[in-house]
């Protein structure tokens, strides 16, 4: 069995290719590049969540000097609408809103004081309009619909056996209701970017997002233009997390350049990017869970509501990941699920880093907590007694059978802090330790955009360029693509360039879903001895020797097993004696989806984790101590990049368990900004430990898994099961708020 | 008098007539100098961090009335190595690496003080710089690297 601690993978951290240009200040954010010369853009935003717009006075503001153009719905060629699922999303709303926030009008002045001044001369007109503001209710039929097919954006059941039967047959139920929170992305860097319209009648678009092809795709919709015309440059950025998964800046972007034909440039403030980006879906969860008197798990029963806000954006995906996630790894008899996904005018909600799936392992890993402790037995065994064979998918698909629940699950179970947690010296503290369990699937579901393409090439530099349509948001897409591509070709990874988040190179379909590491090993893997065999037979030309007598190598093509101390020819001389002869190829990469005929993911991993937190009975407040976790997610080709995500991903994971909270009331946040919207700092971070299962399976050959999302998924049920453990109360909504905790201590009955 | 300010050693007048332009403008639009960020506008994250008259402050909080006669270093003004860089990167003290620039000037500054902190007290000093990617861990084995004997129980020590 080869596992690696976190130890044994810190020593094998190798310095990521970005180290330099990110820790001196250089130039590389989208945000930082626009040309000096570029008009500033800036947009005019409803504070009506819902109305009727009546007239828009654009003459006060197109009267300021300095503001060359000033653009609404009219203005927009093509499509006036955005969204992967539906193109529902304005780029500038026509005669209604739907949420605070939408955009009503855009200006491009000459600097940001003058676009500033333009807005706010703006005169916009909107007839407020009935509010849908409780999901509860929006589909209530004496309820606003806000999209002509209603407020259902998104419905899904799934039924197998006799659920009242199998209910009958228990010895021991758990029902409630689990709420979750309005998380929010807060990636570092604030979305922005800029367009410039080239000579030729293209156009280019820097802006960060998780898919430059569907960018441009989105955008040649939009502008009615073909897609050939627009070039997309997508990464790097500070953060995403889902957060820019869908379009920002760039539609508007685009069209001011268009329109005044010089580049433009807009980066929203922190407060503008809170009242318009997307956030994790808020969902209401009923569970009914129940067990035999020996604690083997018979019936199930779900039924999800979920909130996606004004527009579908990512909410049907969202909704049937959280479906498909709700019976975790575990084995039941019966299940009867249900779930709804509804508009309403809460803001918006879209791709999060957990995506639909950890709303339910939160509320599955709760009744799996409370059912052991009915049953009396410990929640590990309690689990691994109730594990589903590994090759059955939850829906009844067929799986690659690569998770392994019951690895992980012995794994933590052995961990110290399970066993022994440290007990508290004063009684105004007590200390709870919590277990979780989940499996995770890789990629999107059947049919889903899971193929893609890659290629390897010798620059004119003497670079080999890695070049595939993913990005680079700071989760170690180009480490990972420099380490693979290095032991591939047995070169140095100084000798590798990895060139991301271009629409020009081969699209690989989204970098979501945690596929990416898996889908640039893959397509390295295919291409490398291609592109290996070429350049020692061109070498092997070049040098007038036999290309068996060859290696690559650092710098260069080496004589086998000569032991110089440098390369015959260094892989620039090569690329020189080329001229424009250079050896690429393009491979495609295949998707990973099951046979069966269910729309559902193939690919499913592993992870188990412990957290200890420390509550103050007099505050309310949780410090949670310490994570630990396992995760069976393959080989680990950067270890660096690896542990950064366990460690990331693990405090997100804190922040939506026990920290960021986003209270709104009709259709209104109650923070715009950092002061008040909290997410983790350093010194709430706990000690993070982890171990990574590296073998999963001997006749696995998919190679390694990402680790991006399965890390804060199983944290957050960890961590809200260590406070229901400390508390001995039910917890049941997320965030765990002090005062959720002082309600918890209050002798019963006293209100 | 409105005056200069001193931006890595290059006087650069000040507008009088423009006395609440943020230092984080002054830097990133006029002087293109965008090594600070924008992260949040209202001092919370800390990405925007320089040193003003040597101690890190944050820019978008700085008005330009304040600079007349001051001294702003960005982190274009600092050396490009250092060992609080070296530490950042062999311990995966970044990933998105937008709230780098902002740790790296503030840790500069307590690296030059003396008595040096403890990595303890750095880490409470450090609560002003949000980064949302790492969880806070390679930053804090920076830290520990950087700032003492390598405290113990930090698993990955």
Redesign the interface.
């Known amino acids: 069995m080869t596992t690696r601690?976190?130890?044994e993978?810190?020593r094998a951290?190798a310095?990521?290719p970005?180290?330099?240009?990110?820790?001196?200040?250089?130039?590389?954010?989208l945000?930082?590049l626009a040309p000096?010369d570029a008009l500033v853009g800036r947009v005019w935003r409803s504070s009506v969540a819902h109305g009727r717009i009546r007239s828009i006075d654009t003459r006060a503001a197109a009267a300021i000097p300095g503001v060359v153009r000033i653009v609404t719905a009219a203005d927009v060629p093509g499509v006036n609408g955005f969204g992967h699922y539906a193109a529902d999303q304005p780029v500038l709303c026509s005669d209604r809103v739907r949420m605070i926030g939408d955009p009503v009008a855009a200006v491009a002045a000459v600097?940001?004081d003058i676009a500033a001044q333009a807005i706010a001369a703006l005169k916009v007109d909107i007839d407020p309009m009935p509010l849908v503001i409780n999901p509860e209710t929006a589909l209530g039929s004496d309820t606003i619909a806000l999209h002509p097919q209603g407020n259902l954006c998104h419905e899904k059941r799934y039924e197998r056996g006799d659920i009242e039967t199998a209910f009958a047959s228990c010895a021991f139920c758990v029902e409630d209701t689990y709420y979750t929170g309005r998380q929010l992305?807060?990636?570092?860097?604030?979305e922005g970017g800029y367009a410039v319209p080239e000579a030729d009648g293209t156009f280019s678009v820097y802006a960060g997002s998780h898919f430059p092809h569907g960018d441009q795709a989105a955008l040649a919709a939009i502008m009615a233009m073909e897609p050939s015309r627009i070039r997309v440059t997508a990464s790097?950025?500070?953060?995403s997390?889902g957060g820019r998964d869908t379009l920002s800046v760039q539609p508007l972007l685009l069209l001011l350049s268009q329109l005044t034909g010089r580049p433009v440039k807009m980066?929203r403030?922190?407060?503008e990017s809170i009242m318009c980006g997307d956030t994790r879906h808020p969902f209401r969860i009923r569970m009914r869970t129940g067990c035999d008197g020996a604690g083997r798990l018979i019936a199930h029963q779900v039924d999800m509501l979920a909130d996606t806000g004004a527009y579908t954006t990512s909410g049907p995906e969202v909704l049937e990941t959280s479906l498909e996630n709700a019976q975790g790894p575990y084995d039941f008899a019966a299940v009867a699920l249900s779930g709804r996904m509804v508009f309403t005018n809460n803001g918006n909600a879209g791709a999060f880093r957990g995506f639909g799936a950890v709303q339910a392992q939160f509320a599955l890993e709760r009744q799996i907590e409370r059912l052991a402790a009915l049953v009396d037995m410990p929640s590990a065994r309690f689990r691994s007694n109730n594990l589903r064979p590994i090759a059955e998918g939850s829906l009844g698909q067929v799986t690659t059978g690569a998770q392994h629940p019951a690895r992980v699950l012995d794994a933590i179970a052995a961990y110290p802090l399970h066993s022994r947690l440290p007990e508290v010296s004063e009684t105004r503290y007590v200390r709870g330790v919590g277990l979780s369990l989940i499996t995770k699937g890789e990629g999107f579901g059947k049919g889903g955009p899971n193929a893609g393409g890659l290629s390897m090439s010798l620059a004119p530099t003497g670079k080999i360029v890695v070049a595939i349509g993913v990005v680079e948001?700071?989760?170690?897409a180009t480490a990972v693509g420099a380490e693979a591509a290095a032991k591939a070709l047995g070169v140095a990874q100084t000798d590798i360039t990895v060139q991301l988040g271009l629409s020009r190179d081969p699209s690989a379909g989204p970098s979501a879903a945690s596929r990416v590491t898996g889908v640039v090993y893959r397509g390295i893997r295919t291409a490398a001895p291609l592109l290996s065999n070429d350049l020692l037979r061109l070498a092997a030309r070049h040098l007038n020797r036999r290309a068996d007598e060859l290696e690559l190598g650092r710098a260069g093509i080496w004589e086998k097993g000569a032991g110089r101390n440098q390369p015959l020819l260094s892989f620039s001389k090569l690329a020189g004696s080329l001229g424009e002869a250079l050896p690429s190829h393009q491979v495609e990469i295949a998707a990973v989806e099951t046979p069966s005929q269910i729309k559902s993911h193939s690919d499913f991993n592993a992870a188990s984790a412990v957290a200890s937190v420390l509550i103050d009975r007099c505050t309310g407040a949780i410090k949670v101590e310490h994570i630990a976790m396992v995760a069976a997610c393959g080989p680990v080709i950067s270890p660096?990049g690896f542990?950064?995500q366990v460690?990331?991903?693990?405090?997100?994971g804190l922040g939506m368990a026990v920290l960021e909270f986003l209270p709104q009331d009709q259709g209104k946040y109650f923070f715009r900004?950092?002061?008040g919207y909290m997410?983790?700092?350093?010194?709430d971070?706990p000690?993070?430990?982890?171990i990574a299962i590296e073998d999963i399976d001997a006749s696995d050959d998919l190679g390694p898994r990402g680790i991006g999302e399965i890390s804060l998924n199983v944290t957050v049920p960890a961590i809200a099961n260590a406070v229901a453990n400390a508390l001995n109360a039910p917890v049941v909504r997320l965030p765990i708020r002090p005062a959720d905790v002082l309600a918890a201590l209050r002798p019963k009955g006293e209100a | 008098m409105s005056g200069e300010v001193t931006i890595n050693g290059i006087n650069v007048a000040l507008d009088a007539g423009r006395p609440t332009r943020r230092l984080l403008d002054i830097l990133r639009e006029d002087l293109q100098l965008t090594g600070a960020k924008h992260g949040c506008g209202v001092g919370r994250c800390g990405a925007c961090t320089v040193l003003l008259d040597g101690a890190p402050v944050q820019s978008c909080l700085v008005f330009s009335a304040k600079l007349a006669g001051r001294n702003v270093t960005t982190i274009e003004g600092t050396p490009e190595t250092s060992p609080t860089r070296s530490v950042l990167a062999a311990e995966g003290g970044f990933q998105c690496g937008y709230c780098a620039p902002g740790f790296v000037m503030s840790l500069e500054y307590w690296a030059s003080q003396s008595p040096r902190p403890s990595p303890a007290e750095v880490e409470r000093m450090l609560a002003g710089h949000l980064c949302r990617c790492t969880g806070y861990a390679g930053i804090r084995r920076a830290l520990a690297a950087l700032f003492g004997p390598s405290s113990k129980g930090l698993p990955g020590q």
């Open positions: 601690s976190l130890a993978l810190r951290f310095e990521r970005d180290a330099n240009w990110k820790l001196t200040g250089g130039k590389g954010f945000t930082d000096a600097n940001a992305h807060i990636a570092m860097e604030v790097p950025m500070g953060g997390f980066q403030s922190r407060a948001m700071g989760q170690g660096i542990v950064g460690e990331g991903g693990a405090v997100m900004n950092l002061d997410v983790p700092s350093l010194i971070a000690v993070v430990d982890l």
